[in-house]
């Protein structure tokens, strides 16, 4: 009996064992890019089910092409520094048109010449493809920066993002090696020649002048929505 109850002992601690060491591990997996996040495994798992990925449907009114709206007009002074909800602000960032716009309650209010990661046309699959991602995301932190003035700090990668990550494995696309990246922003630069000339010189970042994203810096907060589409 009583090495019947020594088994069981061993046992359960070997399973304890194994399930710590497999937690450790996935968690280990998951903070360099190569795991989906526990809390969000569900839905890139399509278990909760599956939303549209939104692609193609932009939820933003499009300004223009080439048109940069009151760039000489500071942002504080056209939505009025006493009464700016910042709840309803958002972005809209166009590759194609290296132009990033603030919007008020989905109006646009102004825009700012920004530029993007050294491949600016692809949509983010993996870490190390120097592309800015595309989709729909959320500001998750910001805070000053030594080198780049300010930091807005983006949720990618969320759900969608994941499965654009599996979609491209499973297709061939990138290797079952790479991980899916993070750390995507935007932020200033180390000079305005790089907005003013269209280098695209991050790793996949959005880049606007230092001045420019002070000012952006004050309209927004945590959970400000960004849209970034081709």
């Known amino acids: 009996m009583k090495k019947k ?68 007009k500071q942002i504080i002074e056209i939505l009025n520094a006493q009464k700016i909800d910042k709840n309803k602000i958002s972005i809209l960032i166009e590759k194609s048109e290296y132009r990033l716009t603030v919007y008020h309650d989905k109006k646009p209010v102004k825009s700012y010449p920004v530029v993007f990661g050294n491949n600016p046309v692809d949509d983010k699959l993996k870490e190390g493809d120097k592309r800015t991602p595309e989709g729909k995301f959320k500001i998750k932190d910001l805070y000053p920066h ?60 959005i880049s606007l002048k230092n001045k420019d994203v002070d000012e952006l810096y004050q309209v927004v907060q945590q959970g400000t929505e960004v849209e970034i589409i081709q």
Request: one cysteine or more; hydrophobic letters at 40%; proline letters at 5%.
């Open 146 to 205: 030594a080198a780049w003035s300010k930091f807005l700090w983006l949720d990618y990668p969320n759900k969608y993002s994941w499965r654009k990550h599996f979609k491209a494995k499973f297709g061939g696309k990138i290797s079952w090696n790479d991980s899916v990246g993070s750390e995507i922003g935007i932020h200033g630069t180390p000079s305005d020649d790089l907005i003013d000339n269209k280098s695209n010189w991050t790793l996949g970042c």
């Open 5 to 72: 109850s020594n088994n069981l002992k061993i046992k359960f601690l070997s399973l304890t064992v194994i399930i710590v060491a497999t937690s450790v591990l996935y968690l280990q997996l998951a903070r360099l890019g190569y795991a989906v996040p526990l809390p969000d495994l569900l839905d890139v798992l399509c278990l909760n089910g599956c939303e549209d990925e939104t692609s193609g449907n932009i939820s933003h009114p499009r300004l223009p092409s080439n048109q940069i709206l009151n760039g000489n």
